[in-house]
């Protein structure tokens, strides 16, 4: 079963994938792309995230080597937090969405993945910010159509997101005019 797992910060979603995975197929490995660096402050973040792991998961670090590394992933469960982390170490931000996808496809187990809703936010203040937005939006929409399970996590709490079938809906209404009187319609 592929489950991800989409917020904004601080909104619980590391902390609900962690619990999600403790319910699933042993072995867990804590999938943790992240470069850390000389950031203290995320530091400190990891540690704690180290700290309320379970000490019998395993963790993998492979940067922007993500792909790779889950296709010679050992059967169990992989918790991947985030995706995000992921984008954000790899070159220009450019990532492998669909050997991403046919790696998680082929998995033998369980994948719990973690990324961050960057849709919801302020419209980036630099161009950097714009293009890590538009790379994590395509991604999140690429993973989440193989998703089994797509939640939105806020405040601790969770939104199933089902698939948009409504504008192919065959009773789907017709959209209402316009005031000008132009069919908001296809």
């Known amino acids: ?3 991800l797992l989409l917020g904004g910060a601080r909104s619980g979603k590391s902390a609900l994938a962690e619990k999600v995975a403790s319910r699933c197929r042993p072995p867990v490995v804590y999938v ?9 402050g995320f530091q400190e973040r990891v540690r704690l995230h180290r700290e309320r792991r379970p000490a019998a998961w395993g963790t993998a670090e492979p940067g922007a080597h993500l792909v790779e590394y889950l296709r010679f992933a050992d059967p169990g469960t992989q918790l991947i937090d985030s995706l995000g982390s992921w984008v954000a ?3 220009d931000f450019a990532v492998d969405a669909e050997g991403l996808c046919e790696a998680l496809g082929s998995y033998d187990g369980d994948v719990v993945i973690v990324s961050e809703e960057v849709g919801l936010g302020v419209h980036p203040s630099s161009e950097v910010g714009g293009r890590f937005r538009d ?3 395509v991604l999140n929409q690429t ?3 193989l998703a089994d399970e797509v939640r939105l996590v806020v405040a601790g709490r969770t939104l199933r997101l089902t698939e948009p079938d409504w504008p192919d809906a065959p009773d ?3 959209a209402p005019d316009a005031p000008d009187g132009h069919s908001r319609g296809a």
């Not at 943790?32 to 203290?40: F, I, R």
Request: hydrophobic fraction near 60%.
């Open 32 to 40: 943790a792309p992240a470069v850390v660096g000389d950031d203290a």
């Open 143 to 145: 993973v989440a159509e």
């Open 135 to 137: 790379a994590l939006g």
């Open 1 to 3: 079963m592929i489950i």
């Open 89 to 91: 170490a790899s070159e």
């Open 172 to 174: 789907a209404p017709d």
